[in-house]
């Protein structure tokens, strides 16, 4: 089966499965609370060289196992994948990490290719897309920086965000082959200025576009404002104007010089789940954005926290 032949078939599944657990896709969309919907159990754990694990309902299932030893944006791309291979009634089916190694989808049998189309289906449908657009005050990605300023609104890895825009016509076949060579971590730098993150912390760029939106973020995740003339104002509890320990990533007195402090703060593990954060202009209240922490994926998902 082609690549296109798989996106068609995927496309069409993924616009159904919205449709029958009535998934909003204008938007972030909640791929695990969806598989609980569908009757899918999920089990979290750490893998090692194993990204997911689907099983069908003919072998015990259905459920899936999700390794928890990714970073979100990679569990929920997973999730999604097992998702799509019970959408698409395909059979038990193991999803290894060299899958994506190498040259990416060479050889890989029918059931992959579409299930792993219909992660991108079901995460980036076309509207959701345009609204990530939206709220990095973008009409279309013109640079890596954008992708991945995109991918957070999304939820989704960046190299997965690039492949699909290809198949959203926002960039061509050549766009994507540039883009491709660069990494998360070299943009996530470039974002943050140069101060250390985590392996797994993002950088999320604020500006007017997004207010009063929703977004999801995770402990150690870095919240950069760029509206000029304001400044965030009372950080609730678990936002702070100093980065965490990184282990030693970089002594003090050699680190970078910042964004000025008060329009960059850091997420920690005492956020709420759901918290509103707000920047002022003149003691105004000018711009307030929700946050939605991520839960620990361990164990069955009836009891992540």
Known sequence: MSWNSAHGAAMIAAAQAHEAFGCPVSGYIDVF?????AGVEVMG???????????????GGPAA??????????????????????????GTSVD????????WGEGWPQHEKEAEAFASWF??????????LARCGLTRPESPLD???????LGTPYATTVRHL????????????????????SIKT?????????????VHVLTAAAHDATLHVAAGDCLLLDIPGTRYEGLPAGLSPAPPDTAGQMPLAVLPAPPEQDRTVWVSEDLATDTTVTATADSTETFRVRLRRTPRRKGSDEFWT
Not at 45 to 59: M, N, R
Not at 73 to 89: F, I, K, N, Y
Not at 147 to 153: E, G, I, N, Q
Not at 190 to 202: C, I, N, T, V
């Open 33 to 37: 609370g969806t598989l609980r919907q």
């Open 45 to 59: 754990q750490e893998l090692g060289g194993l990204l997911g694990l689907y099983v069908a309902a003919a072998d």
């Open 65 to 90: 196992l999700v390794n928890t030893g990714l970073e979100e944006v990679s569990m929920r791309h997973t999730a999604a994948h097992e998702l799509g291979h019970h959408r698409l009634g395909h």
């Open 96 to 103: 290894h990490q060299e899958q994506s190694s190498g040259r």
């Open 123 to 132: 995460l980036m449908p076309r509207p959701a897309a345009r609204t990530a």
């Open 147 to 153: 992708v991945y300023r995109m991918a957070r609104w």
């Open 166 to 185: 290809v198949r959203l016509k926002m960039i061509d076949r050549s766009t994507e082959a540039v883009w491709l060579k660069h990494s998360p971590g």
């Open 190 to 202: 470039e974002l943050a200025h140069g101060l250390p993150l985590g392996p797994r912390a993002h």
